[in-house]
């Protein structure tokens, strides 16, 4: 080829004329060869067209059209989906109909005849790359399966699926935004190319509705895979708690995935079929998806609207968290005008998430205050209402960040005092929010006051509860097992850091003088028999002999014990506390008497040993009532 070794236009030539020697030879053309030759025949006649004036062109302008007239009607009467040829079988149609147009420009109003079939076949040919269009999406769609899917980060490095398995928010933040291909990627240029022939033909309206019909049916399926059901306001504030439960986890499982993945992949994939320079790619993407995220959107909403019922709250506040998590992603994704309503909205629903839970809050606060027993909780155990409070404040612990931060939005000292509450309360409420630990963090400080005046509450409703026990000591030990939950829970959870030191020393003293209270109230009389003073119970008590302090004593020991047997202390190590010191009382004072009076008593009065004693006492608190025979002897 060493004759084509020259510059310019010399070049050109040469390469002509060695074309038309070849021709003139009367060899036999091979298919591509044909092909090439019929490509370079339509490029010649479109540089003719654009480089000669009208007068010189018209007759080739004819020429010219009646040609790429014939070669895209030939295209439209062959069932053949072109595509499916092969991308060269497409861009050749694309050339010819590009071509179309120029030829379109270039004739004028005095070809009316000419101009006309051109518009027809214009027309013609629009509607055959709809088709084809149509066609390449749905039959290159790829399935939403993380686990096959190929994906790349924005910064072109590779995520693995196990990182978008395990958290996408995660995989985000380290490795860029996460693409998944939903087309497969070897067609995107064909489909661009046809997306910018028909733009540039006028028709890019039924370019984009193809592509949003098609791009739709795909969420659609997305959606169906995550069992995501169009439902109205008035079918969720109809439904039951676990359902509705049931639904909210549905929620926060899809809006992650869909916003963090698949709406950022789907935005991804219509910017390359329609670039990025112009609106159409917005339009597309915001056409798709704009239904499907304001029916989720709609959920939320109606989640909002429901009864304030305690139960709820944790599941509005995981709605809100994620609402105000994703709310980035959402600005970046629907951006400029076109997206205005989806921000709009997305941010109406998050506030009003974030005012129901507020409201939640305080309705919870309220319950406690409100909550009424008519009859003792048996055995002086812990209360449910005690046990449902600190378990409840354990798990907003969790949400420390967001629900401090919602609670900070509408602080209102008024709010601490759950009207209609007695002075005592107010006044407890008070003296908890001066208990701030002043050694932790300055954080959450919206939230201690809250929890302060929920404890506070809480505890003055089991004070109430309390005097329904006509036994003194049964009070004591009631108060005892709450307040010691109480303090429990707060020094094993994260709530110690809310509380604070303070509270939890204040606190283990309260449990700690109940637990006084109780050794007072039940051994003092029952030991009163051995003291030598005579100040036993009853009248008359101090002329009392030694033989009748051991029968006063056995029998109120007696009543003790088959009382306190069928009490309750839950946490095993309160308990052996509770029963080590209860055994300190009575067996010293016991010992002390009996080693005095035991040479000058018949056995049968001296009913029990230490021994004895001792195996008894630990037998109270176990919640299973017991009674001693009268025929019980050492």
């Not at 935004?177 to 028709?203: E, F």
Request: charged residues 30%; negative net charge.
């Amino acid at each position: 080829m060493g004759e084509f070794e020259v510059d310019g236009e010399d070049k050109l030539i040469v390469a002509a004329e060695y074309l038309m020697n070849e021709l003139r030879s009367g060899k036999s053309l091979t298919r591509n060869s044909k092909k090439v030759l019929g490509s370079l025949l339509s490029e010649l006649s479109r540089v003719m067209i654009i480089s000669e004036g009208r007068d010189e062109t018209g007759e080739i302008i004819e020429q010219r059209l009646n040609l790429v007239c014939e070669k895209i009607m030939t295209r439209e009467v062959d069932e053949t989906m072109i595509w499916d040829l092969g991308s060269d079988a497409g861009n050749e149609f694309l050339d010819a109909v590009n071509e179309l147009r120029v030829l379109i420009d270039r004739l004028d109003g005095t070809e009316e005849v000419s101009l006309r079939k051109a518009h027809d076949v214009l027309q013609t040919a629009m509607a055959r790359l709809e088709v084809e269009f149509k066609h390449l999406l749905v039959e290159n769609r790829l399935p939403f399966e993380l686990e096959h899917a190929s994906f790349r980060s924005s910064e072109g490095s590779m995520a693995s699926s196990e990182d978008l398995i395990l958290g996408s928010s995660n995989s985000r933040r380290n490795s860029g935004d996460i693409v998944v291909d939903l087309i497969r990627p070897d067609v995107i240029s064909d489909l661009k190319n046809i997306a910018d022939t028909m733009v540039a033909s006028g028709y890019d309206r039924e370019c984009i509705q193809v592509c949003t019909m098609v791009r739709k049916e795909a969420l659609d399926e997305f959606l169906y895979d995550y069992e995501v059901e169009k439902l109205s306001i008035e079918d969720v504030l109809k439904m039951d708690w676990a359902t509705l439960n049931t639904n909210i986890k549905k929620w926060v499982r899809v809006m992650r995935n869909l916003v963090q993945m698949y709406l950022l992949s789907e935005k991804s994939l219509d910017s390359q079929i329609f670039g990025e320079v112009n609106e159409f790619g917005l339009t597309c993407f915001v056409d798709t998806v704009k239904a499907p995220v304001m029916q989720l959107l709609n959920f939320g909403e109606a989640v909002s609207l429901g009864p304030r019922q305690p139960e709820k709250l944790l599941r509005i506040l995981e709605m809100y968290e994620l609402a105000s998590e994703l709310l980035p992603e959402i600005d970046a994704l629907f951006t400029d005008h076109l997206g205005s309503s989806v921000r709009t909205e997305y941010r109406e629903v998050m506030r009003r998430l974030g005012d129901c839970a507020r409201a939640t809050f305080v309705e919870f606060k309220s319950a406690i205050a409100s909550d009424v027993s008519s009859h003792p909780f048996p055995g002086g155990a812990v209360h449910p209402l005690t046990n449902y409070v600190m378990n409840y404040l354990m798990a907003l612990t969790d949400f420390s960040q967001t629900l401090d931060s919602l609670l900070m939005e509408h602080e209102d000292v008024e709010d601490l005092t759950i009207p209609p509450s007695p002075p005592d309360v107010i006044n407890q409420v008070e003296e908890e929010s001066n208990y701030e630990n002043s050694s932790s963090p300055e954080k959450f400080l919206a939230m201690k006051r809250h929890f302060y005046s929920i404890t506070s509450v809480l505890e003055a409703n089991i004070q109430v509860k309390s005097k329904l026990y006509r036994d003194v000591s049964l009070r004591h030990i009631f108060l005892l097992n709450n307040i010691h939950y109480m303090t429990r829970k707060v020094l094993n959870s994260e709530l110690r850091h809310i509380f604070g030191d303070k509270w939890n020393r204040k606190h283990t003293w309260k449990f700690q003088q109940q637990a006084t209270e109780y050794e007072r109230a039940t051994w003092l009389p029952v030991l009163s028999f051995l003291k030598e003073d005579g100040s036993g119970s009853g009248s008359g008590s101090r002329n009392l002999r030694p033989r009748e302090r051991f029968q006063g004593f056995n029998s109120a020991f007696e009543e003790v014990y088959k009382a306190q047997t069928g009490w309750l202390i839950s946490d095993e190590r309160l308990r052996e506390e509770v029963r080590t010191k209860a055994s300190m009382w009575v067996i010293q004072a016991y010992w002390t008497f009996y080693s005095r009076h035991e040479n000058s008593v018949s056995e049968r009065y001296i009913k029990y040993s230490t021994d004895d004693l001792e195996k008894l006492l630990l037998d109270l608190f176990a919640g299973s009532p017991k009674s001693l025979s009268n025929s019980y002897r050492r």
